[in-house]
């Protein structure tokens, strides 16, 4: 069974940072790409970042330049780096992994960005 644990969310002023962290436990095994997630209130769940697995990373238009995605393939590990962070950036975020042609999602982690 496999399980993604995300960590790092909550509240923040505008402009401030925050880091999440998913960590995939289990029968997992080469890892493809790994990304995170967004879903606002009332809102579809839109792609913020995602990173392959030849390292390439790709962004949403609305966070580049300020959040950053990277990998720790060792500790199954993927992280959102998030700077000037806006009001708009309000969401649950979601990890998601891709293995084997399987995919995974973590439980979400909720960020509130204050003005």
């Known amino acids: 069974q496999v399980q993604l644990v995300e960590s790092g969310g909550g509240l923040v002023q505008a402009g401030g940072s925050l880091r999440l962290s998913c960590a995939a436990s289990?029968?997992?095994?080469?890892?493809?790409?790994m990304g995170w997630y967004r879903q606002a209130p009332g809102k579809q769940r839109e792609l913020v970042a995602l990173?392959?697995?030849?390292?390439?990373?790709s962004y949403a238009d609305s966070v580049k330049g300020r959040f950053t995605i990277s990998r720790d393939n060792a500790k199954k590990t993927v992280y959102l780096q998030m700077n000037s962070l806006k009001p708009e950036d309000t969401a649950v975020y979601y990890c998601?992994?891709?293995?084997?042609?399987?995919?995974?999602w973590g439980q979400g982690t909720q960020v509130t960005v204050s003005s």
């Open positions: 998601n992994i891709i293995s084997n042609l399987r995919v995974y």
């Open positions: 990173s392959t697995s030849s390292s390439s990373t």
């Open positions: 289990g029968s997992i095994f080469s890892i493809n790409t």
